[in-house]
């Protein structure tokens, strides 16, 4: 499955921003979804995962509770929605599709496939 990343911009600390990974494939229902990020000068982070079901979703401390992943496996894509933006959620953002256990969600070297990522940007 192939995968393409969208969505990204600028927005001002405390709006919100929707973000799309479009992906390719007959067999996207079967694969477990993630989105990490990637801010200047730091490693790669998770940030949100979404079962292979859409049932179950994890999301790291740092986002919880304002950041919200989701899957339309009809129309190949997951969403991440992003209110209450601060400007240390300034990263590229990427998406990251698999097919390990949910219990190797966090892990992003567990995912196969990956798009090429949408900078998101929040000034404060």
């Known amino acids: 499955v192939q995968l393409q990343a969208s969505g990204g911009g600028l927005v001002q600390a405390g709006g919100s921003l929707r973000i799309s990974c479009a992906a390719s494939?007959?067999?996207?229902?079967?694969?477990?979804v993630g989105w990490f990020r990637q801010a200047p000068g730091k490693d790669r982070e998770f940030v949100a995962a979404?079962?292979?079901?859409?049932?179950?979703?994890d999301y790291s401390d740092s986002v919880q509770g304002r950041f919200t992943i989701s899957r339309d496996n009809a129309k190949n894509t997951v969403y991440l929605q992003m209110n209450s933006l601060k400007p240390e959620d300034t990263a590229i953002y990427y998406c990251?599709?698999?097919?390990?256990?949910?219990?190797?969600?966090?892990?992003?070297?567990?995912?196969?496939?990956w798009g090429q990522g949408t900078l998101v940007t929040v000034s404060s």
């Open positions: 494939g007959r067999t996207f229902s079967t694969y477990g």
């Open positions: 979404d079962s292979r079901s859409g049932g179950i979703t």
């Open positions: 990251a599709a698999g097919r390990k256990s949910w219990a190797v969600r966090r892990r992003e070297d567990e995912y196969t496939n």
